[in-house]
């Protein structure tokens, strides 16, 4: 009863959303407008929930003693400081310049130096998936290292050739994959979303 | 502006028309097997194991196995529903992947409730975590393990793609069984990383192509593009996954019966079903 009347209201929602989107009518577009709204106050008060549930989350840790201090008080006082830039008197909130600052010199270079990793794990996974042996993992390093045979700065005729060797590669069965996987997706997606409209859920195994 | 009336009037009139002008290419017989092609291929895509799955997606069936040892080994499994999230502001295709990732959560939470390992959920989004927390309560009591429950908990550990990476990479590495299933992005390789190579065991799904390196590489067991839909389905109960094939099926015969009819009606000299349809 009560998956019915959930997936009842998700497709009403998903058809009220539908409707107004290919049909002009005043009535309609307020009603599409109220619900969209209500999805933009829901978002809003899941973020604030969130933030509140982390926080309170990491004070426990710290109240604890849990093994994790170091990070509850790193995020603790992140979400401090962040707070008082924002909310302190004569603050313009989150276009304030010390908001500003804390976001320019400290939040984006932690997340450029995170994403920095990325090379680094890269390579780390490749050992990784060479000592675990799969086949997928072997044929995945052995079409990176024909890859970058391909791609190696080599002039001249020789370089010519792999040059058009890697746009081919690129252009045919590279794009050739990508888009199967894509269509697949596509088709599965809709038959995901189909059984979620129709409330087919997983049973237990 | 047209009216919706005389909308669908010219609708009806412009596909009666487009099949008065059409021929067969290639006879009933092929036609009729062509046309066959979408219905397996919708009931491959959507029957689960019953019949059409010829392989372990994911080694799913696999995780109960890989739960025992943990718990013989006294250690701990974790799961990230990737970092696309549900409300956060991406695209649906991502948001989507979360969702189909919540039913592979189930699975892997009920092994963990059987064999006894606590679980660890962590997600980037809070009703993620809320639908995790649901997921998790619904596990442990279809196994009939609540004792077992305060060993499992869902963490949100932040808004960002960036924390989703940097939080992977704080946790300590002590899991029996990491999986990452879900949408991932340029944070992706960190995530992976960061959960499933200090673990003994794991899988990763997403069907994000940009990121598909990382769970053929990181996982023993890999979901990648379709498969992390498909998954789902593998793992439904055999009543609902008959329910939506039948469904399925019976739009299709429908489609196909729309079709034949119409063209033969048309075929026989019959009046233009537009006109029929609209009164006019």
């Known amino acids: ?171 045919v069965p590279l794009a050739a994959v990508f888009r199967g996987l894509l269509i697949g997706i596509a088709i599965l997606v809709s038959v995901s979303a189909a059984r979620i409209l129709l409330g087919v859920g997983s049973a237990d195994d | 502006m047209p009216n919706i009336g005389e909308f669908a009037a010219w609708l009806v009139g412009l596909i009666a028309g487009a099949m008065e002008d059409s021929s067969m290419r290639l006879g009933p017989v092929s036609t009729i097997a062509l046309l066959l092609v979408p219905l397996v291929l919708l009931s491959l895509v959507a029957r689960p194991r019953a019949r059409w799955a010829g392989r372990d997606l994911g080694r799913l069936a696999a995780v109960g196995h890989a739960m025992a040892r943990a718990a013989e080994s006294g250690t701990t499994a974790i799961v990230s529903l990737g970092s696309a999230g549900i409300t956060r502001a991406t695209g649906a295709l991502d948001r989507l992947q979360t969702v189909a990732a919540l039913p592979i959560l189930a699975h ?107 769970p053929l590489l990181e996982a023993d067991g890999v979901m990648i593009g379709p498969e992390l839909f498909q998954a789902p389905a593998d793992l439904a109960g055999s009543h609902d996954a008959r329910l939506a094939v039948h469904a399925a099926n019976r739009l299709l015969w429908t489609a196909i019966a729309v079709i034949l009819i119409a063209s033969l009606a048309v075929a026989a000299g019959a009046p233009d079903p537009a006109g029929f349809l609209t009164s006019r």
């Open chain 1, 1 to 171: 009863m009560r998956r019915s009347l959930t997936a009842g209201l998700a497709l009403a929602t998903g058809t009220i959303l539908l409707l107004d989107l290919l049909i002009l009518n005043p009535s309609l577009e307020l009603l599409a407008g109220g619900l969209v709204e209500l999805l933009i106050l829901l978002a809003a008060a899941a973020a604030v929930g969130g933030a509140a549930t982390l926080g309170a989350h990491h004070l426990r840790d710290l109240a604890r003693g849990g093994p994790d201090r170091w990070g509850a008080v790193t995020l603790v006082g992140g979400m401090g400081l962040i707070l008082v830039a924002g909310l302190r008197p004569g603050s313009t909130g989150s276009s304030d310049p010390a908001v500003n600052w804390l976001v320019s010199a400290l939040l984006v270079p932690i997340a450029s130096s995170l994403f920095a990793l990325v090379f680094l794990f890269l390579l780390g996974a490749v050992r990784r998936g060479l000592s675990i042996g799969t086949r997928e993992a072997t044929v995945t390093v052995a079409a990176a290292g024909v890859m970058v045979v391909l791609l190696l700065p080599i002039g001249g005729a020789p370089g010519a050739g792999l040059a058009t060797a890697a746009a081919w590669v690129r252009d």
């Open chain 2, 108 to 214: 892997v939470a009920r092994a963990a409730a059987r064999a006894g390992v606590p679980l660890r959920v962590i997600t980037n989004d809070p009703i993620a975590a809320l639908l995790a927390e649901g997921v998790l309560i619904d596990a442990h009591r279809r196994t009939n393990t609540p004792e077992r429950a305060v060993n499992s908990s869902v963490e949100f550990v932040g808004e960002g793609r960036p924390v989703a990476g940097a939080s992977a990479m704080a946790l300590p590495g002590d899991h029996g069984v990491a999986v990452v299933a879900g949408g991932l992005a340029e944070e992706g390789m960190l995530v992976l990383g960061g959960l499933l190579a200090p673990s003994s065991w794991g899988i990763g799904g997403t069907a994000a192509m940009s990121q598909a390196v990382g």
